[in-house]
């Protein structure tokens, strides 16, 4: 098992902003590696927050964000994407000059653009997104080995300084993650595509199952819809946020399915085959192996 890199050695404070599943996972995965430190959970429950503390996961909680920054090395941020600029936002207010931010969110373009202009205060924002979870929901759930043998995505821009982004790789690297570092756009591109779009599919494909043939409904079906069992106010405020690129994927979809729907009208064996050829191929090229994001 991985332990903490060197240059982490000194981290006294990792601040976690959300404390359910992958806010959970962080915490337990932190634990599982040696972290020495303190572990501070924020959230909006009291209740919850001791629950994940007496869990182990967190070593104290608060639902005061400016007490949790006064100590804090790094903070992360597990929000929904709609509240993580914001939050990152008030929160610099009350760091130490060197504290680092970052972020779990499955969007990048709205909130680097968001904090683009920089932050009150001394600390310093990098988006990242691991790509990694479920479509359960809860710190219940958290899982120490979740991010092992993952992507993790790192949105650096121009004015990205050095030393924090060596840090920052090397905590996701911690975790289990291996890095990739992409421009927000190109990352909002790319998960329209392999995650986003996928997900709405999958909703619309539930949505559509008639009441009367659920009993019918046997292991196609549920894996091709797992995902759609997502938070609904999570995945509203995903899709929204990536509209644009999300439009496009859904564009090249529908005509996709369109090809579909022309071959069986027209009983196209031929065609028919060779799209279905086409999918088994692509879908062969990728290692879904133990991946439940």
Partial sequence: MTSLPTQFHGLKTVVIVGVGLIGGSIAAALKSRGFRGKIVGVGRDRKRLADAQSAGLVDVGTLDLAEAAADADLFVFCTPVDRIAA????AARWCRTGTLITDTGSVKGSICHALSSGLPGGATFIGSHPLAGSERQGFE????????????VVTPDVDTPAEPLRHLESFWQSMGCAVVKLSAADHDRALAETSHLPHAVAAALAATLSPGNRQLAASGFCDTTRVAAGDPDLWTAILLANSDEMA????????????????????DEAVLKRLL??????????DCRGRTD
Wanted: with cysteine; net charge negative; charged share 35%.
């Fill in 277 to 286: 050829q086409q999918a088994k191929t692509a879908r062969e090229s990728v």
């Fill in 248 to 267: 496009e994927r859904l564009s090249a979809f529908g005509d996709k399915l369109d090809e579909f729907a022309a071959a069986i009208a027209k009983r």
């Fill in 87 to 90: 939050g990152v936002h008030e």
């Fill in 141 to 152: 759930h958290a899982d120490a080995d979740l991010f092992e043998g993952r992507v993790c």
